[in-house]
């Protein structure tokens, strides 16, 4: 029997209080796997699409829907608590470029309700461990905080309002696709967030409803900032008023070089860490070679240390990985929330506490 979004969030709660629950991996790296050729990519209702397709693997979800209902059932057979929705790239600034932005709801509420049936079906066969699915909201293609040209400063090429209305639309879709949670992930430009946080709120206050909400940044590189400059503890300054049900960091690094960002959100966070890595750094090819035995040694001693509530993987990584991520975690007790002092806490590039 299909349980209410309210009892499986009750049950959401529940499970990450009592381990470590894990993400499911890389959907892009499984796609590839397949393959997939420009036909496959149109199927037949976008055949005769005046722009090329390949590559756009959000749209899979209309035109290759068992594939990643294949996809999504691997990582859940692998050990994965929740699946992410295959709808990295599923607004409408980020479909523009294959011209189909008015495809993008649409897109929004299909891999929902595939990551739903699949999800729904896993928890059927094991009631005890019951799987969750989380709606993903990309970062886009475009900036708001930066400009895209290094002789105009002042020069933006999408707006906050823009971004708003675009991810609005998409959460519309993924809410009414079923999914579970909200997950703002891949966050390089923290500007770029808020509007995505924005419209969130404008939906939960529209529906009547709130769902827990994810929120994952991306450090880019040994600098320890993210694309818009910013470090850990200044960007979750900058989002915590959002009270999400967790923080954390994702992409961009393995799990070796973000383990020192992680321990320091962890230090900070008065919520749950949630952390899903690269599999290591991308070679000359630009291809991931770290093995799931590594990975999951890496990501075990994490939970040794009690930084994460959840983890997972992303790109470069396989069921494989996250089978060896779930075991790693296997019976580990999940991160102890720390209690912070009250006090103003600000953000620019850096993070600002008022001393009391």
Not at 81 to 86: A, M, Q, V
Not at 259 to 273: C, E, F, G, K, M
Not at 296 to 302: K, P, V
């Amino acid at each position: 029997m299909t349980t209410s979004r309210q009892d499986r969030r009750a049950q959401l709660t529940a499970a990450i209080e009592a381990r470590i629950l894990v993400l499911d991996g890389a959907m892009g790296t499984m796609i590839q796997s397949y393959n997939l050729d420009e036909a496959a990519f149109r199927g037949g209702r976008f055949k005769d699409w005046t722009h090329d397709l390949k590559g756009n693997n959000d749209l899979l979800c209309l035109t290759q829907p068992g594939i990643l209902s294949e996809i999504h059932r691997a990582y859940l057979d692998a050990g994965a608590d929740i699946l992410e929705t295959n709808t990295f790239s599923s607004t409408s600034i980020a479909q523009a470029d294959y011209g189909l932005q008015d495809y993008a709801r649409e897109l929004n509420l299909e891999s929902a309700r595939s990551a739903r049936k699949v999800c729904d079906n896993v928890t059927a066969l094991t009631p005890n461990k019951p799987r969750f699915v989380a709606g993903t909201l990309g970062p886009t293609n475009r900036t708001a905080s930066i400009s895209p040209d290094v002789n105009d400063p002042a020069k933006r090429n999408t707006s906050f309002d823009k971004l708003r209305t675009a991810y609005f639309e998409a959460v519309e879709g993924l809410v009414e696709g079923g999914v579970d949670l909200l997950m703002v992930e891949t966050i390089f430009d923290t500007l770029n967030a808020k509007a995505a946080l924005y419209a969130i709120e404008d939906v939960f206050e529209k529906t009547g409803d709130r769902l827990p909400v994810m929120i994952s940044g991306t450090i880019t590189d040994a600098s320890g900032r993210t694309l818009s400059g910013q470090t850990a503890e200044a960007f979750w300054n900058s989002v915590r008023h959002v009270a999400p049900f967790t923080i954390g960091l994702n992409c961009a690094l393995g799990a070796e070089q973000l383990r020192p960002y992680v321990s320091d959100i962890s230090r900070i966070a008065d919520t749950n860490l949630c952390a899903y890595p690269n599999a290591g750094l991308p070679n000359e090819f630009g291809e991931y070679d770290q093995s799931p035995e590594e990975m999951g040694a890496l990501i075990g001693s994490w939970a040794d240390h009690g930084l994460v509530n959840a983890v997972g993987g992303c790109c470069g990584t396989t069921p494989e990985h996250i089978r060896a991520i779930a075991e790693a975690v296997d019976g580990k007790a999940p991160r102890v929330i720390p209690t912070v002092e009250r006090k103003l806490r600000l953000s620019g590039l850096e993070p600002f506490a008022l001393a009391s």
